[in-house]
Nanobody, 123 residues
Framework: QVQLVESGGGLVQTGGSLRLSCAASGRFVSNYALGWFRQAPGKEREFVAC????????RYAQSARGRFTISRDNAKNTVYLQMNSLKPEDTAVYYCAANENYFAVYPHLYDYWGQGTQVTVSS
């Protein structure tokens, strides 16, 4: 079992930055690949970024590449999403997720989810 709690969301203007954090608790959190997903009103949940257990490998959605950076600190059991150059289309609830088996971009492969944190980018 892994519990995930996101924080760091908020309201920001276009071009601004936010850093999301996701604190994980449970056994052997460092054995889990971690991902960030987002869901805007009326839309499907979509992949944003993921990071391998060691942090040595990352993947990004095309929309995030070059603007967002995912990182993790296994000593603190925390994963981060640094978001720069934010756009109104980045507005969504952002979710942290964990899974033990896949370094994956597909939500259905993740076993544990946080409650989400709202990010709103004003134009």
């Amino acid at each position: 079992q892994v519990q995930l709690v996101e924080s760091g969301g908020g309201l920001v203007q276009t071009g601004g930055s936010l850093r999301l954090s996701c604190a994980a608790s449970g056994r052997f959190v460092s054995n889990y690949a971690l991902g960030w997903f987002r869901q805007a009103p009326g839309k499907e949940r979509e992949f944003v970024a993921c990071i391998s257990t060691s942090g040595g490998a990352t993947r990004y959605a095309q929309s995030a590449r070059g603007r967002f950076t995912i990182s993790r600190d296994n000593a603190k059991n925390t994963v981060y999403l640094q978001m720069n150059s934010l756009k109104p289309e980045d507005t969504a609830v952002y979710y942290c997720a964990a899974n033990e088996n896949y370094f994956a971009v597909y939500p259905h492969l993740y076993d544990y989810w946080g409650q989400g944190t709202q990010v709103t980018v004003s134009s």
